[in-house]
């Protein structure tokens, strides 16, 4: 399967048995396998993210380019 990402943006990051990915304040989760979408929704609070999410085993953290902090459970 295929998931479109653009240059520039996050990476993907796993946690269990999901994938995550970011783009412009929405997080997709996936099931790598078999590629299906999970869910997707916006992360409150952030605008532009570029950096890569932090898995904690538990939480995906992310921080947007202005500095805001999100953590989501994972």
Known sequence: YKTRAAPGMASPVAV????????NGG?????PADGRQVYKERLPKVRMLAASPVATGTALLFVDE????VAVKA
């Open 27 to 31: 997080l997709a989760c996936y099931d």
């Open 66 to 69: 202005a500095g805001t902090a």
């Open 16 to 23: 269990g048995d999901r994938v995550y990915v970011v783009n």
